[in-house]
């Protein structure tokens, strides 16, 4: 998660599965009172009660948002048409006491932001949620489809429907598509929700290297063609990163998902990005300005494509195992944000791109950014209560950042050192990790 504010402030599956899993039906074409309908087609299920429910949180993110929130009546039906009863628990969880016979939810879910600006209205974490406009949607799937308490790794099968005008730009698997009719196989709830979509009119982009094959796909509110330039600027990004990381991408295929909006407040934008396994969703308001967009895509892709590492990659069980109601955060935290966001500062100059002035600048004011929380509290601990301490969160990237390279050498040390005898994992992408973390 990366979230910068400038000027305002400082700153896969197969039909196997289907036959068994969860069956999602959307149109993007047929929309009410600004709601999109949904109807989930179930397997049959031996627990009774069974509770239906959208995530409070999602990872990557470190405060609810309750994605409930944004749902409206929800209904369960038996396989002739026949009303079950459901009742609504809290914002985000439904109960359903007889749930021998169901066959069918529905319900409409509103979008979480009409348009993405500078005004925090919608909370820190857009990039959680998105709009439904005729124009352009952003489709974070937490907010639109739920999932089934203790069953979140049945597989899902989106049958998404749109308009022919538009293209569907995600890293989720798809098994059939006409020009209306996409459809989308996910091997579990969390692995549908780690890959947002963006439909909307084509302005993409293509950068296939060696070893990856990265799509663009971006979307301006301007209705200006903005993926190639921005493209031109993530290419020497991506080849800079692997160099940096010994040789070796951690993924083979990435989307970068773009989401442009102009400013209206003049000399002042906005960026916001959520990371996944292999896309990044990225929400910009600012000027039209294609060399200004690129240089925050440049800083904001670098941040989130570091975060395949950490903690996509390297992880501790909290991670793993993500509970979307109430996640158990990690003492890692700190580690994910702040090592992420140091290789993100210090590839630049390791690659030859920056000064070395230039980098001890941007080091310097990390740490004038984390002088102004408070010390004493750990921060692993911080890390932990960070859905509490919502204010206190963002300076886990200059904290951890500082630890390696500012005035705390010997935890910095002592990190090296528990590093070196932990051997993270067997994964070739921790390994690679690992070694750059000696070397920085
Ligand atoms: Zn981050």
Not at 118 to 147: C, D, Q, W
Request: proline share 7%.
């Amino acid at each position: 998660m990366r979230i910068f504010l400038s000027a305002l402030t400082a700153t896969f599956a197969c039909s196997l599965f289907a036959q068994s899993g969860i069956v999602a039906n959307i149109d993007l074409r047929d929309q009410e009172n600004d709601r999109l309908k949904v109807e989930l087609v179930v397997p049959p299920f031996a627990d009774a009660p069974l509770y239906f429910a959208l995530p409070r949180i999602v990872p990557g993110i470190y405060g609810a948002m309750d994605h409930g929130r944004l749902a409206g009546t929800v209904e369960a039906f038996d396989g002739d048409g026949n009303p079950l009863p459901i009742e609504r628990v809290d914002v985000g969880r439904w109960r359903i006491p007889e749930p021998h016979g169901l066959k069918r939810i529905t319900y409409t879910v509103d979008d979480g932001w009409e348009e993405f600006d500078i005004r925090f209205t919608m909370g820190n974490y857009r990039s959680s949620e998105g709009t439904m406009r005729p124009s352009a949607t952003v489709l974070n799937h937490n907010t639109v489809l739920g999932y089934f308490e203790d069953h979140e790794e049945l597989p899902y099968t989106l049958h998404l429907n749109k308009p022919a005008t538009h293209y569907a730009a995600t890293s989720l698997p798809r098994t059939a598509e006409t020009s209306e009719t996409i459809t989308f196989q996910a091997k579990s709830y969390r692995h549908l929700v780690d890959n947002p979509m963006m439909i909307a009119p084509p302005d993409t982009a293509h950068i296939r290297l060696p070893d990856i094959d990265v799509l663009v796909a971006c979307h301006s509110t301007t209705g200006k063609a903005i993926a190639h330039d921005i493209a031109k600027h993530i290419r020497p990004l991506l080849a800079d990163q692997r160099a940096y990381l010994g040789g070796t991408l951690p993924v083979k295929e990435y989307t970068f998902l773009i989401y442009h909006n102009p400013s209206d407040r003049e000399g002042s934008s906005m960026g916001d990005g959520l990371e996944h396994s292999a896309s990044t969703l990225i929400l910009l308001c600012m000027p039209l300005d294609a060399e200004a967009i690129a240089r925050n895509v440049y800083g904001i892709a670098s941040h989130e494509f570091f975060h395949t590492l950490l903690p996509l990659s390297v992880h501790s069980e909290e991670i793993a195992h993500y509970d979307f109601r109430a996640p158990r955060l990690s003492r890692h935290l700190w580690l994910y944000e702040g090592m992420t966001e140091y290789f993100a500062m210090h590839m630049p100059v390791k690659q030859g791109r920056q000064s070395l002035e230039e980098f001890m600048e941007t080091v310097s004011g990390k740490i004038q950014q984390m002088r102004k929380f408070p010390d004493d509290i750990a921060l692993t601990t911080l890390s932990q209560q960070a859905m509490e301490r919502q204010d206190q969160y963002v300076q886990l990237l200059p904290q951890g950042h500082a630890l390696l390279h500012g005035p705390r050498p010997d935890a910095a040390r002592a990190i090296e050192g528990q590093l070196r005898r932990a051997r993270i994992g067997a994964r070739p992408d921790a390994r690679v990790w690992s070694r750059q973390t000696i070397q920085g």
